[in-house]
Each structure stands twice: as C-alpha cells, then as structure tokens.
C-alpha cells in the first residue's frame, strides 16, 4: 500500500478499493519509484496551483513553467497513482467518443480543429519523451480487430469514414489476411496504422515528474485537497497547509471528489469512476511474441466492452478488458481475465499470469473530454473525462490550460465549449443504472 493514503483510507468505497487493486500491479513491479516528495507543511503562494500528479496535472505544470509561473503541484497519493500509473499504456489518436460530439455540437471545420489536435497530442507526448529523456519502452503501432462479421464492417466502415474525412490512413485486412497482423483465430478485421502506439505509462509519469522538477516545479506527495475558496486568489486548503494561487487546475478527475468532496461537487455528476483491470503474463519468448503480433502494436477490439493488450518490452502480455460501473471487484477475475486472454491467443493457455490490477478511469456521458473553467474569476480551471484515451490528451490538456492561462484560449475553447451532462440517477441511482446499462452492452456484444 503507498504510504501517503494510509490515513486516508475509509472502511469501504472507491477509495479502498483503487488503492487494494495496484498491489500486484506490474507498473509498480518494474520501476524503482524515488523517495517520496514531503507533503506541504504550512502557507505558501504561487502562480499557480496545481491539484493532480498524473499525466495531466504533471504536463501542466511543465508547460506553465515553461512560460515562466512558479508552479505547486499537489498530489493526495503518489505521482501517477491513479489511472496515470495504471492504464493499458495505449496512445491513441482521437477520442473515446469518436468525432460524433464534435461535429453535432461544433461543426465540422471545429470538429477537424479537435482531430488535428489529437494527432498534436501524439506529437507532444513524444516531444516530452524526447526533450526530457524519458525511458518508457515507447513503441509505435496501432491495431483495430474486430470479432464478429458485424463488428468487421462497422470497423471497415469507421476506417473509410475517418479517411475521408480526416484524410487518417489506416492499412485494412480482412479474412485470412488478417494474420498479418494478428496471429489469431477471433478477428474477422484489422485496420493498422503507426501514429498511434504504446508505452509504460509508470515510467512515463515518472518522468513528467522528474522533468517538472527540473524546471522548478514544487511537487508535494501525501498532499489531498480538502478545501478550495475561490477568489481573484483561491485558496487551497490541505490537512497541514495552504496554498494561496492565482490560478488553479484541477486534474484528479475521478480521485477529486474521493480526496476533497466539497473542492468541486458539481464535477463529480459528470464523470463515472470505470473500474478495468489487466493481468501480465510471465515473460514470453521474443520469437512467439513476434508470431503473435509481428509489429508488436498495441491492439483494440471495436467492441462497447473492448479488449485492449500489447507486450511489454520484457516480453509480457498485459491484457486488458471487463469494466464494473460498482467499486467492488470483479469475482474470479485473474481466471475470467485468462479465460478471455486464451480465448485471443490459445497458444497462451498454459503461460502463468503473474500479475493483474486494475484501477478507475474517468468516463464522460458522452466519452468526450470534459474542460472548462469554474467560479466567479473564471481562474480554476478543470480537465476530466478522458475516458480511456488519457495517454497522449492530457498532454494537450495540460498544453491547452497552460495557453489559456497565458491568454490564448481558442484551442481550450474548442473543448470547453461541449456541452457535457451529469449521469442520471444521482449518487444512489447512477451506479445500478449504469450497470443494467452494461448488460445490456455486454449481450449486443456478444450477439455480434
């Protein structure tokens, strides 16, 4: 158990069961963390303040550094201790949600703004791995399978649509010629390109935090935010300081309201913590993980309750798929996770699996990323609803609000103008719904 959230945890709640998911997680497992950053202690003052250590808070605070803020970055746990340090490490282009809300609510030529930018993110997240010499085992290659007849031409028909609209290339396989790809009995479709890719996204978030410190961010672990008074400067509260800032971001999407319930409630209605999980096999042979997938991409079905997994650059398989809409975890899941790895790859089926954990996402009704801004000043400043698709836009997210806050926002307000809803149901509803709502998904999944 990380340290910081040993008197943070409650008896039960999403709370305990994040924190019991990560401890046989092979992210932890093969990175030498650094020791802890001390919590704050007393007032301080700052350009800006910054409540998240994962992917987004980390980037922020780089690029506001870069434009010359003096940056405090407050984090309840570790660094990349929620979906950051966890997550299938796939760097995707586009969104969750696809283009749909884009184009409905924006138009087309907005619409095109935001696609462009997430081939922009794919860019940063690589122009940060290279400027601050990040080694987190980052390979390109993308591959979209499809496991039904149905599935095939919806894949096929969202790979046409997207070329003619985005001009994004994918290479299509079909029937046999899809064990070019993917040596594997389920997949009736593959679509394959290169700008998307994979990484170990612990070592990545490390590395943002190694980066920022370098620049001058202060990082503080063991840090929650308990209480935030807005003003022309808000006030962050924390058990043993404070900290007065010109600006806020709020950056620990699901984990927000876990830490500091009254720091933002009308947030938390927006997004529903996701619970995923993946198992990593035992170290494979090189050849055999060749056969398997010979561009070692990192592969996703198209299905509403998708399987995603790539190897790790030890030669593992890190396989991901089931979610839960409830906190507690799934029954049996390291043998239901294998069963389904087995049932991708049965070549697999008497490798031993050595670790599996899993963790909470932050999922948007619509799946679009969730940014804006809060208060009367207009200078508390919120990313969230990145819905499985974190990797690479919260490095523009964090470059977006650093923008902003220097007096350019008309890319942040191309987000920021979506229209987002809370989840129905409110607090003691929302949870059974969604999950009826996942049965439902789960059985057109399986009826192909």
């Not at 970055?73 to 950051?84: C, P």
């Not at 003619?164 to 593959?190: C, K, M, N, Q, W």
């Not at 935030?228 to 400067?233: E, I, N, S």
Request: aromatic share 8%; net charge neutral; proline share 6%.
């Amino acid at each position: 158990m990380t340290d910081p959230l040993r008197h943070l945890l409650a008896p039960g709640g999403l709370l305990k069961s994040d924190t019991l998911l990560n401890q046989s997680s092979y992210y932890e497992a093969s990175v030498q963390r650094p020791p802890a950053q001390p919590p704050l202690q007393g007032a301080v003052q700052a350009d800006v303040a910054v409540v998240g250590a994962g992917f987004a808070g980390l980037s922020a605070a780089i690029e506001l550094r870069k434009r010359g803020h003096s940056v405090v970055v407050l984090e309840a746990a570790s660094v990349g201790f929620g979906a950051s340090g966890r997550n299938g490490g796939q760097a995707i282009v586009g969104y969750a949600s696809g283009q749909g809300p884009f184009e409905e609510q924006l138009g087309q030529a907005d619409a095109r703004r935001a696609w462009d930018m997430s081939l922009q993110a794919i860019d940063l997240l690589d122009a940060n791995i290279a400027q601050y010499g990040i080694a987190c085992d980052r390979v390109n290659g993308y591959l979209y399978v499809a496991d039904s007849k149905a599935k095939a031409r919806a894949l096929l028909a969202d790979m046409e649509d997207t070329e003619r609209r985005y001009g994004f290339h994918t290479e299509v396989a079909t029937g046999a010629d899809v064990a070019r790809h993917i040596a594997s009995p389920l997949y009736h479709a593959a679509a394959y390109e290169t700008r998307s890719g994979h990484l170990h996204p612990l070592k990545y978030a490390l590395g943002l935090a190694r980066a920022a410190q370098s620049l001058g961010v202060v990082l503080h672990e063991g840090t929650p935010v308990v209480g935030l008074q807005h003003g022309t400067k808000a006030t962050l509260t924390t058990p043993q300081g404070t900290v007065q800032a010109a600006q806020v971001v709020l950056a620990g999407n699901c984990m927000l309201p876990e830490f500091g319930p009254q720091v933002a409630p009308a947030l938390a209605p927006r997004v529903m913590p996701v619970g995923t999980y993946i198992i990593g096999t035992a170290p494979l042979p090189p050849e055999l993980c060749a056969r398997l997938i010979p561009s070692n991409a990192a592969v996703c079905d198209n299905n509403f309750v998708l399987d995603y997994f790539r190897f790790s650059a030890d030669h593992r398989l890190l396989f991901g798929g089931r979610v839960s809409y409830t906190t507690k975890t799934p029954a049996r899941l390291k043998e239901i996770m294998r069963q389904r790895m087995v049932q991708v790859f049965p070549q697999l089926k008497d490798v031993a699996v050595e670790f599996v954990w899993g963790g909470f996402v932050d999922i948007s009704m619509n799946r679009a990323p969730d940014f804006g801004r809060l208060g009367a000043g207009n200078n508390v400043y919120y990313l969230q609803g990145f819905s499985g698709h974190g990797v690479a836009l919260t490095g523009l997210a964090g470059q977006l609000v650093a923008e902003t806050i220097a007096g350019h926002s008309e890319r942040f307000d191309v987000f920021a103008r979506l229209k987002h809803h809370p989840f129905p149901g409110g607090p003691l509803l929302r949870t059974p719904s969604l999950a009826l709502g996942m049965l439902w998904h789960r059985l057109k999944d399986a009826l192909g």
